[in-house]
């Protein structure tokens, strides 16, 4: 059973405008919470994080937004850009789990020009 | 050069057959971690290593071993590939916590694809 789920698994936007890439996750021991972003033929690499205590982290154009209540985690890309196209990844992790990261299947975005 | 390094980058092999993915590292890391992904899946831990004498099994490690050389290295055999083994591999590495902080971040390989017929 997927502790962290992606529902969508592709998303196409217009260039210049926002992108929304939605996280559910199950464990409500999870207190830490990432987004990584995946090119083809490339590594994940780290793109944005939050912690708990936060329901808001921004950092340039990306936003992620944290609901406890409801589980649910969301990354915002505004504006879009083409070379925002990639796989992004959803992860999360529990203190006293040796912060091992548990990852959802990832949604693919495509930015149109 | 990339700080991660994992070798080779693609390999098609046949069930049955042993395998070796190796990864090394010039991040200074101690801690270093086995991936696999697959479609509608994501990413799956198979093992992880917190230094050279730890060595712990992740979520998908039936079938899998590992072997953490050195600081720098750390490898995963399969000792009879099987075709369901077919998959991207991901090496990954992160520092080791600092107290309560937690950056949460894995610097990742470039991965291996692997195909077992």
């Known amino acids: 059973d997927q502790q962290v789920k992606q529902n969508s698994p592709s998303l196409s936007v217009q260039e210049g405008r926002i992108s929304i890439l939605n996280c559910d996750y199950t464990?409500?021991?999870?207190?830490?919470f990432l987004w990584y972003k995946k090119y083809p033929a490339e590594g994940p690499t780290f793109l944005i994080s939050?912690?708990?205590?936060?329901d808001k982290n921004e950092d340039g154009r990306f936003t992620v937004f944290l609901n406890k209540s409801a589980k649910h985690l969301s990354l915002h890309i505004v504006p879009s850009q083409p070379g925002d196209s990639a796989v992004y990844f959803c992860?999360?992790?529990?203190?006293?789990?040796?912060?091992?990261?548990?990852f959802g299947s990832g949604t693919q975005l495509t930015v149109l020009p | 050069d990339a700080d991660v390094t994992q070798t080779p980058r693609n390999r098609i092999t046949k069930t049955g057959k042993r395998i070796m993915l190796e990864c090394s590292q010039t991040?200074?890391?101690?801690?270093m971690y086995w991936y696999r992904q697959d479609p509608g899946l994501g990413l799956r831990l198979i093992y992880y290593?917190?230094?050279?004498?730890?060595?712990n099994k992740g979520e998908i490690s039936d079938g899998y071993s590992v072997s953490r050389q050195a600081q720098a290295k750390f490898s995963l055999s399969l000792e009879s590939a099987i075709p369901n083994q077919t998959a991207l591999y991901f090496c990954?590495?992160?520092?080791?916590?600092?107290?309560?902080?937690?950056?949460?971040?894995?610097?990742f390989g470039e991965g291996s694809r692997l195909t077992v017929l």
């Open positions: 990954a590495t992160s520092d080791r916590l600092s107290g309560t902080v937690f950056s949460g971040e894995l610097f």
């Open positions: 464990n409500s021991m999870f207190d830490y």
């Open positions: 939050i912690s708990s205590i936060k």
């Open positions: 992860a999360a992790s529990a203190s006293g789990s040796a912060r091992q990261l548990t």
């Open positions: 991040k200074g890391h101690d801690r």
């Open positions: 290593s917190f230094d050279v004498k730890d060595i």
